[in-house]
Structure formats: structure tokens, C-alpha cells
């Protein structure tokens, strides 16, 4: 049992089932701000032709939904959020969801306890959750509506 001041220190998370191991895998967000999902097959930004390992996990340069955040949250609560977050995507089998935050831990959780974010066990490195493959930086367009196209990086 969790008492809600524990609660209040918990982190966001998403949890997802880990291709070919079966495991829950764990996204943890610092400083959360929104979160969308949507099915469907592919992503809501093209991505230029790329080769190496399939990615999952990309932040988009130019959006213009972070830019929407940010004017709601300066006006509403004097709270900036461009210079400090970040919009993420990540894609999932006929899925994805995106999220505006500081930033993001991804780790496999204790399988006892997934779902559990209060704590954060075998962090994945950076190499591993982006492999070298993936460090080309695909160009991606959308209607933006701040007039200019938005760029989605792994």
C-alpha cells in the first residue's frame, strides 16, 4: 500500500511489452507535460530512408505542438516549456504515442513490480536504446502550424 505523499514522488510512465523477450519494458518521464496516442500503422511524421535497425523512440525538431503547449502554459501559469522539453514519439506495434517532458528514462522494471515508478532498476545505456544504426538524422514533415516543417530525430 502506497500512501499518497509516495504517490506525489511517483514519476509518469508508459509500459510496453519488449519484442522477442516478452518482458515489460518502461518509459519514465521527467517533468511530464501531455501525452497523446493513436493506433495506426505509421507514424504521424515521414521519415526519411534510413538503414540499420528499426528505431522506436524519436523527438521532433519544429513542433509545432510543443510550441502550442508552451504559449498555453506561459499564459496560463507564467511555465515555459520551450529550452527545457522536449516532444517525443514513440512507435509500437500499429501504435504510438507522443509526450512533451524534460526527458525520458527507459529501463526493463523489476517484473514483479512493473509498474512501480517510484523506482527505476537496469537502466538501459544510451547505445542500447539508440543504437549507433540509428543515430542518422531522418527528416520528417507535417502540417506545422508554425509554418515551418517539423524534423523527427532518433
Not at 51 to 66: D, I, N, Q, T, Y
Not at 126 to 149: I, V
Request: net charge neutral; charged share 20%.
Amino acid at each position: 500500500m502506497t500512501s499518497g505523499s509516495e504517490l506525489d514522488n511517483a514519476y509518469a510512465a508508459i509500459c510496453f511489452q519488449v519484442a522477442k523477450s516478452g518482458l515489460l519494458g518502461r518509459v519514465t518521464f521527467e517533468g511530464l507535460d501531455a501525452v497523446r496516442a493513436a493506433r495506426g500503422d505509421m507514424l504521424p511524421y515521414r521519415l526519411g530512408s534510413s538503414a540499420g535497425k528499426p528505431r522506436w523512440v524519436f523527438s521532433v525538431e519544429g513542433s509545432s505542438w510543443l510550441d502550442e503547449r508552451h504559449d498555453y502554459e506561459v499564459r496560463q501559469y507564467s511555465t515555459p516549456l520551450t529550452g527545457t522539453h522536449q516532444h517525443f514519439v514513440f512507435a509500437f506495434h500499429d501504435e504510438f504515442v507522443e509526450a512533451i517532458a524534460e526527458g525520458i528514462w527507459l529501463d526493463i522494471p523489476d517484473q514483479a513490480r512493473p509498474y512501480d515508478v517510484r523506482t527505476r532498476t537496469r537502466w538501459l545505456s544510451l547505445a542500447q536504446a539508440f543504437p549507433p544504426s540509428a543515430t542518422a538524422r531522418p527528416r520528417a514533415s507535417t502540417g506545422n502550424s508554425g509554418g515551418h516543417p517539423a524534423r523527427i530525430r532518433s
